[in-house]
């Protein structure tokens, strides 16, 4: 009967039946456990290596790992004692050899959450033995630190390294080398002096050259970079292409941009559900009127049977979208779970909670998310607001430095300091912003929120008609609601109604909802509509003076997702309650001055990088 049974069980194996090996074989354990002499010591083995790897295959790993070191136990006494049968036993079945036996105990490891197990099982592993699948696994548990044990970059950047010499075409590998700060030149060395190196593989440096650039915070250049691939090789319209070129303009603040390759990546590739949800960050952020076609992306991922962590990240940016703050933060929990350094998912999960008014919660979320990418504005933008927000003026003067210095040539770090000097109770101050706002134009002149700053810029010192050119000019390239609103307000305030009108009727088109855009029609309907301007209070809420405010503009319109104008400056109405110059001011000469300080430190600062 032994003999039978032990054949069949080899046969469901051999035939990769394994859910019906784990019954047979427990079977077969329990008759050789009753009579110990029924079958030698070489079947016994097999049996256990039959069931447990059948565990592995069935991902029921608690069970599995009940068995691996029972395993690992009897093939070092087998080695000991020189049994012939083992080399056969592993000839026969590659699987069964000690390494990918212990790189199976290492990946249930992980998947029960015990990392450090995970890590010490696979160091068991002699480093001459080690496959590229090994070291890959090994240097990811020792790179990610927080959520996988504890972090060893030195470790990880040699399990990393050990895996490109074997396999230069590692995408992932490429980006996590430059991810843990080595150098691109070193890391295209190492590409271009791999074992097996195919030819005609120049795009390649190309390629790491744009994600070393991507990683050094010059995302415009990244993009740049990208699109000389796009441009000139037959890599023309790839679907990782056209995502990587996606994100770095995202990450440029250029959504426009960023939105058409992120929606022509899934018309190459419906099922991409990672770019449906940048798809989803992107048009949420810019204000795409894109409601119908983003109704059927979140139907399509909703419909899913199973759900990854990209699957719950667009759950809950749609619930970010529709104002449900609560349910969305349930969400980010369970992507942050599956995948802890999900990015969007931590920068989102900072926007919650500052849209829940949680702004230290928010700080601390904002401040985990830079842990893990250094290299991305929102983190930095989060940040300074959530310390708006908390009053902690000194730390957002800080963060607000720190963003110039690291994103030196970005309209976005330069927009959102001369928003701050803008609203700055002090001229002096406030005369400085008109610098930044130029040098942000002179860098991308079709960047929105500088062209919304300078025309607010204008319409303070007394040119309207500038301003009024300015934002036509603009207009017509990019017709979003608010900058038709924005319009609107400054041709109320200079008494055309007729064209003011127009404007506001071109919002409504983009935006039926949009409360300034209605209030805007309806002070142009009475009489004192000019002295009932709509200003902001000290809180940052919505209040109607009878004295017009500093610009005449309205805040931004109560949308969902409250970004105005690009939301790259301290407009945002859900990140920024206020302005931090004017609110320092209300703290005293001291904190008054820190603005001062990071000014004059600015005039100095060589804005081009020489």
Known sequence: ??????????????????????????????????????????????????????????????????????????????????????????????EFVDAELRRRAAECYREIGNHSMAVATLLQVPAKLRSPRINFMLARLQHHGSGYGYPNKSEALFGYKEVLRECPMALQVIEALLDLGVDGNEVNSLVMHAATVPGNFDWLSTWIKALAQMFDCKHLDAARTFQRLQDTTMLRCNEYLMMAMGRCLYYHGNYIQAEQLFASAISANPDNVEAIAMLAVVRSQEGVDGSMDMDRLYAQ????????????????????????????????????????????????????????????EAAEAFRTAQTVIPYRFEVYRGLFHSYLAQKR?????????????????????????????????????????????????????????????????????????????????????????????????????????????????????????????????SLLSSSNYIDESPVLDESGAIKVNNQPSANGLAPPCGTSNGEWLGADGAENSREASSSPAARSGQEGDEDGAVWHDVDAEMITMNFDGH
């Open 1 to 94: 009967m032994e003999n039978a049974l032990f054949a069949n069980i080899k046969k469901l194996y051999d035939y990769k039946l394994y859910e019906c090996v784990i019954p047979a074989a427990k079977l077969l354990k329990t008759v050789l456990k009753n009579d110990r002499y029924v079958a030698t010591l070489e079947v016994e083995y097999q049996v256990q290596l039959y069931l447990v790897n059948s565990y592995y295959k069935e991902r029921q790993h608690r069970a599995a790992l009940r068995h691996f070191e029972e395993i690992i136990h009897q093939r070092r006494h087998m080695v000991r004692h020189k049994n012939a049968c083992l080399v056969a036993i592993e000839s026969s079945y590659p």
């Open 301 to 360: 991922v909703t419909s899913e049977v199973k759900y990854s962590a990209s699957h719950w990240f667009v759950h809950a940016q749609l619930m970010y979208d529709s104002g449900k703050f609560e349910r969305g933060l349930s969400f980010v929990g369970q992507c942050l779970n599956l995948e802890p350094r999900h990015h969007e998912a931590l920068i989102l999960r900072g926007r919650l909670l500052i849209s829940l008014e949680r702004h230290k």
């Open 393 to 521: 003026f000194k730390e957002a003067h800080t963060m607000c430095n720190w963003t110039l210095h690291i994103f030196k040539n970005s309209p976005r770090s330069l927009t959102m300091f001369g928003r701050t000097l803008f609203h700055s109770p002090d001229p002096k101050i406030r005369k400085t912003a008109r610098k930044f706002a130029e040098k942000s134009l002179k860098i991308d002149p079709n960047y929105t929120p500088a062209v919304a700053l300078m025309a607010d810029i204008c319409q303070v010192e007394g040119a309207p008609k500038a301003s009024i050119k300015l934002l036509e000019d603009h207009v017509s390239l990019f017709p979003q609601a608010n900058l038709f609103t924005h319009l609107g307000d400054i041709l109320r305030i200079q008494k055309e109604p007729i064209k003011a009108l127009e404007y506001y009727y071109k919002a409504l088109g983009k935006d039926p909802k949009c409360e300034r855009t209605l209030r805007g029609i």
